[in-house]
């Protein structure tokens, strides 16, 4: 389903696509107002992972569907753990789908993962979706984080590369089970937000 016209990405990371700098400056900023109208509407919550622990990441999502975890498991859900329905996708995030991906369908959803300067995301793969064809397109704003990729198999050989705001990276293909985590944030790098930290906007077909 990934455009066979998708434009060049800047460069690959064991097969995914950075594309570095897609939002300028002004979009970023329009989207950091979008994902605060998102978070006013749909609290950030830090999720459990199945086993009890705390992530270090809190989290939303905007969307027919948002992901959660909890001692029940990995799932979307069609509401927040509070009760309301989920707000609809940044129109700013749609935008950046619709160029990269092709199949003239929109996203389920569209996770909201906010790190602290500490905040880090382990090694883990994509796959509570139902149709692997579809790629996972993610967003970085704000401060660097260095993301790493692995291979569909746990183990053996990663690349990594500092994600800067406005960066884009497309899991599709061969890479779209790929594992991939954030080793660390470098606090500061960027001001677009009114402190440190980073937020990535994440899109999945789920159903
Ligand atoms: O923060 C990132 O860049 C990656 C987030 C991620 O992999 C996820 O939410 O599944
Ligand atoms: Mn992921």
């Not at 460069?11 to 002004?26: F, I, K, S």
């Not at 960066?167 to 001001?191: E, K």
Request: glycine share 10%.
């Amino acid at each position: 389903m990934t455009k066979s016209a998708m434009p060049d990405p800047t460069l690959t990371l064991r097969g995914a696509a950075l594309y570095r700098g897609w939002l300028v400056p002004e979009a970023q900023a329009r989207l950091v107002a979008e994902v605060r109208a998102v978070v006013a509407a749909a609290p950030l919550f830090r999720p459990v992972t199945p086993s009890g622990r705390a992530m270090s990441v809190r989290m939303t999502s905007a969307g027919k569907l948002g992901w959660v975890s909890d001692r029940r498991g990995y799932r979307y859900e069609p509401r927040h753990p509070d009760g309301m329905v989920w707000p609809p996708v940044p129109e700013t995030a749609l935008g950046v789908w619709r160029a990269l991906v092709d199949g003239g369908r929109d996203p389920d959803c569209c996770l909201v993962n906010f790190y602290e300067p500490e905040a880090r995301m382990g090694m883990h793969q994509d796959r509570d979706e139902a149709d692997f064809d579809w790629p996972v397109v993610s967003i970085s704003l704000g401060d660097e984080a260095l993301f790493r990729v692995g291979s569909t198999s746990r183990g053996g050989p990663t690349e990594s590369a500092w994600l800067q705001s406005g960066d884009v990276i497309v899991l599709g293909g061969a890479a779209r089970l790929a594992h991939h985590g954030v080793d660390r944030l470098r606090p500061g790098s960027s001001r677009l937000l009114r402190g440190p930290g980073r937020i990535n906007l994440t899109m999945r077909v789920v159903t």
